[in-house]
């Protein structure tokens, strides 16, 4: 499998032991760990894995978390100025998430097309291959 672009659902889903998600994606996470899946991703993702862990009553183990996503065997890519103007471009050609639409310019950067996600709208970007974490 070519190097894939981790969503901040995968840690999340993974964190709370989603339901319908949290098998699939803990076993994501195992496989970037093992070095069966090489894996990229942004401090963009962390902030919002943060934000999502805030909201869902995990204030507490926010640095843990943070420091066990650092601790992977994984690039974390910057997000800079440039990354934002892309993503405005993607935005105005796609109109999701702004949010999406900075990963899908980080993931340009990289040189990534395949993101591991949960969320649909990476569907809408025609150059991106989503895979959903349960195919995985």
């Given amino acids: ?28 996470l195992g496989k970037i760990e093992k070095g069966e899946l090489e894996a990229v991703t942004s401090t963009l993702v962390v902030v919002e894995l943060t934000n999502a862990l805030r909201k869902y009553g995990l204030s507490d183990e926010v640095k843990d978390v943070v420091d066990a996503v650092f601790s992977l065997d994984m690039r974390v890519f910057e997000v800079d100025s ?7 471009g993607i935005f105005d050609e796609f109109r999701v998430s702004p949010y999406d639409c900075v990963h899908a310019a980080v993931m340009k950067k990289a040189g990534v097309v ?23």
Wanted: aromatic share 16%; hydrophobic share 45%.
């Fill in 82 to 88: 440039i990354d934002v103007r892309t993503a405005a």
């Fill in 114 to 136: 395949d993101i591991i996600s949960a969320d649909r709208d990476f569907d809408k970007i025609e150059w991106i291959k989503r895979r959903d974490p349960k195919f995985i």
């Fill in 1 to 28: 499998m070519a190097v894939c672009f981790i969503d901040s659902n995968v840690f999340f889903y993974a964190k709370i032991f989603d339901r319908e998600y949290g098998e699939a994606c803990a076993g994501v």
